[in-house]
């Protein structure tokens, strides 16, 4: 199950899931195709907000915060088997890791294992954090390679 923010103005208005960068880059990740990722027995997608909330001064504005707490369990309720959990930024980990997160992002994903088995916790992928990937060589040299033989391992 991959929990993210809120859908871009690209995939508000195309209504398909991490259609755009972020998601070319997030399937990246996972090492997995378009084909897998769309397919809803292998990968569920769950937003934190169900619409484009709209243009802040510095990116797109936080997922609205009624969605979540409205939507989530009812979702939960249908879902079968997961055996994974990506929370992808900061606005999914705040809200299923309730206290459990570190003092910034970057801490939280260093210490992806705290998480595991059940969750594991990955920044947002967008283009924009190219900057903090580059700053941080250990999310490719080793996070990277742990979350694709998990996936692989899950998609068998």
């Known amino acids: 199950m991959i929990i993210g923010q809120a859908p871009g103005l690209a995939v508000h208005k195309s209504g398909v899931p991490w259609d755009d960068k972020s998601?070319?880059?997030?399937?990246?990740?996972?090492?997995?195709?378009?084909?897998?990722?769309?397919?809803?027995?292998?990968?569920?997608?769950?937003?934190?907000?169900?619409?484009y909330p709209g243009k802040g001064s510095s990116g797109d504005l936080p997922p609205r915060k009624e969605c979540a707490p409205l939507w989530h369990d009812k979702v939960w309720d249908h879902v079968k088997e997961v055996r994974l959990t990506l929370l992808i930024g900061k606005y999914a980990q705040d809200y299923y890791l309730q206290g459990r997160i570190r003092s910034s992002l970057t801490d939280t994903v260093r210490n992806y294992r705290e998480y595991l088995p059940h969750y594991f916790v990955l920044p947002h992928p967008s283009p924009r954090n190219n900057i903090w990937q580059a700053k941080n060589p250990w999310f490719r040299e080793e996070l990277i390679p742990e979350l694709q033989g998990m996936v692989r391992e899950i998609l068998k």
């Open 23 to 51: 998601g070319d880059n997030l399937r990246g990740w996972l090492g997995i195709t378009k084909q897998d990722f769309y397919n809803p027995a292998k990968v569920g997608i769950l937003p934190m907000g169900f619409c």
